[in-house]
């Protein structure tokens, strides 16, 4: 987990540390609809195995995640956004609602 004394002072620079990533975002995009295992992830996310596999576990240590694996044959790995995890969904929802924003604006104005 992130060492508290090592936290940037000001609290944006914190978010950023702990999700300041494309895949981080889009990651925790997709458990806010429920647990996914690692393969479903990697469809939606559009990355390699390495890269999500890094973005996984960093979450995971910062606690934003759980990772449960299942005790089976091939092995069943999932992840579910941790309590934690699910209190970013009204800054997600905030950052959805800005890029359609941004969207109309760039479709009126791409003619200029």
Do not use: H
Request: proline share 5%; net charge positive.
């Amino acid at each position: 987990m992130t060492d508290k004394n090592n936290l940037p002072a000001c609290p944006v620079a914190i978010l950023l540390k702990l999700i300041g990533n494309k895949w981080k975002i889009l990651i925790i995009r997709d458990l806010l609809s429920g647990t996914k295992r690692f393969g479903e992830l990697q469809r939606s996310v559009g990355c390699s195995q390495k890269v999500l596999t890094d973005n996984l576990r960093e979450l995971e240590s910062k606690k934003l995640l759980i990772r449960k694996i299942y005790p089976e044959v091939p092995p069943r790995v999932e992840y579910t956004l941790s309590e934690l995890g699910m209190t970013l969904n009204p800054v997600l929802q905030e950052m959805a609602k800005w890029g359609e924003k941004y969207r109309e604006f760039y479709n009126l104005n791409k003619s200029e």
